[in-house]
């Protein structure tokens, strides 16, 4: 008997537990000759703004020897055009298809998800709250936690979906945004977006991506994206997606010990986008060999503080 590897997002429900990250898995279309969609959780589309976006300078992308930077810049054709002529095919995925949402303003985040949400195409949306808030000066609004809880109420007023907000890995306590954000309204956090980082071309005296600084991706943030999912854990009750360099089973199985319910694969998907398929086989083998019925059963188990959220008072020093 295979084991259940159900989870529950929200009112999102995914079959397996393996979700394909924003911006790395175009919207499916483009890996359906090399993967079975029926066999993945689902796909987070790339994120869309309120107008058209056309990113930062080239070049965006910069291989490292353990993932990868980017600075794309949101590039994307903005909300009205996505809707007349992308958000119908998504219809035919024979997966669940998160949208996601940024912005510049509070008001860009509840007119875009408002917009967005009354697409039945759309199953749930992610609400991607790493981008610079112009009022503020350039911070982030997943750098404040009082920001952080406008955005996401103003988001939740818009629609009763599934609200996934994602958190970023560049502030002091990702476990005051986590609370803040549950209790703004979301169903689910993803931890963790991409972490801050550069790269200079000696031979030009230059940095090699022409935003200067981009988001480091791939194993070399793996440690850093379960430690936040272990800490998260800790601090609130909603499901946690977990992410950042999971490229095998044994990395999955990390973020669900510290208490991720689901995972997203992201920068993997470049080289593989077979690996969802042998993770989720990985999956149910290693529950069979451990003779677990589901995986929810080992959702933070390596956890001490998992089991006593909101009680947990840190014991690190």
Same mark, same amino acid.
């Given at each position: 008997?295979?084991?259940?590897?159900? %989870?529950?997002?929200?009112? *999102?429900?995914?079959?397996?537990?393996? *979700?394909?990250?924003?911006?790395?898995?175009?919207?499916?279309?483009?890996?359906?000759?090399?993967?079975?969609?029926?066999?993945?959780?689902? %796909?987070?589309?790339?994120?869309?703004?309120?107008?058209?976006?056309?990113?930062?300078?080239?070049?965006?992308?910069?291989?490292?020897?353990?993932?990868?930077?980017?600075?794309?810049?949101?590039?994307?054709?903005?909300?009205?055009?996505? =809707?007349?002529?992308?958000?119908?095919?998504?219809?035919?995925?024979?997966?669940?298809?998160?949208?996601?949402?940024?912005?510049?303003?509070?008001?860009?985040?509840?007119?875009? !998800?408002?917009? *967005?949400?009354?697409?039945?195409?759309?199953?749930?949306?992610?609400?991607?709250?790493?981008?610079?808030?112009?009022?503020?000066?350039?911070? !982030?609004?997943?750098?404040?936690?009082?920001?952080?809880?406008?955005?996401?109420?103003?988001?939740?007023?818009?629609?009763?979906?599934?609200?996934? %907000?994602?958190?970023?890995?560049?502030?002091?306590?990702?476990?005051?945004?986590?609370?803040?954000?549950?209790?703004?309204?979301?169903?689910? *956090?993803?931890?963790?977006?991409?972490?801050?980082?550069?790269?200079?071309?000696?031979?030009?005296?230059?940095?090699?991506?022409?935003?200067?600084?981009?988001? =480091?991706?791939?194993?070399?943030?793996?440690?850093?994206?379960?430690?936040?999912?272990?800490?998260?854990?800790?601090?609130?009750?909603?499901?946690?997606?977990?992410?950042?360099?999971?490229?095998?089973?044994?990395?999955?199985?990390?973020?669900? =010990?510290?208490?991720?319910?689901?995972?997203?694969?992201?920068?993997?998907?470049?080289?593989?986008?077979?690996?969802?398929?042998?993770?989720?086989?990985?999956?149910?083998?290693?529950?069979?060999?451990?003779?677990?019925?589901?995986?929810?059963?080992?959702?933070?188990?390596?956890?001490?503080?998992?089991?006593?959220?909101?009680?947990?008072?840190?014991?690190?020093?």
């Amino acid at each position: 008997m295979k084991p259940d590897l159900s %989870v529950k997002l929200g009112k *999102l429900e995914l079959k397996v537990p393996t *979700l394909m990250g924003s911006g790395c898995y175009g919207s499916g279309e483009e890996f359906e000759a090399f993967v079975d969609l029926s066999q993945i959780g689902g %796909v987070v589309l790339k994120s869309v703004t309120r107008a058209p976006r056309l990113g930062n300078p080239t070049p965006r992308l910069v291989s490292t020897p353990a993932g990868m930077l980017n600075a794309i810049g949101l590039q994307n054709p903005g909300i009205d055009w996505y =809707l007349e002529h992308d958000v119908a095919k998504f219809a035919s995925r024979p997966c669940a298809v998160i949208g996601s949402v940024a912005g510049f303003s509070v008001d860009d985040y509840a007119y875009t !998800t408002e917009r *967005l949400a009354k697409r039945p195409e759309i199953h749930a949306i992610e609400i991607n709250i790493s981008c610079p808030n112009v009022a503020a000066e350039g911070e !982030t609004f997943a750098c404040d936690p009082k920001l952080t809880q406008r955005v996401v109420r103003a988001a939740r007023e818009t629609t009763d979906k599934t609200l996934i %907000v994602k958190l970023s890995p560049n502030v002091t306590d990702i476990a005051a945004i986590a609370r803040e954000a549950q209790a703004a309204g979301a169903d689910a *956090l993803a931890v963790i977006n991409t972490v801050r980082g550069m790269a200079i071309d000696v031979d030009r005296w230059a940095p090699r991506l022409g935003n200067v600084t981009g988001g =480091l991706s791939g194993p070399a943030i793996r440690p850093i994206a379960v430690l936040a999912v272990y800490e998260v854990a800790r601090a609130v009750t909603i499901p946690i997606v977990g992410q950042g360099g999971i490229e095998t089973t044994t990395d999955a199985l990390e973020f669900f =010990l510290a208490g991720a319910s689901a995972i997203s694969i992201g920068t993997a998907n470049f080289t593989d986008p077979r690996v969802p398929l042998r993770i989720v086989e990985g999956l149910r083998e290693y529950l069979v060999r451990r003779g677990v019925g589901t995986l929810a059963e080992i959702v933070g188990k390596a956890n001490v503080g998992f089991a006593n959220a909101y009680q947990y008072e840190g014991d690190e020093g």
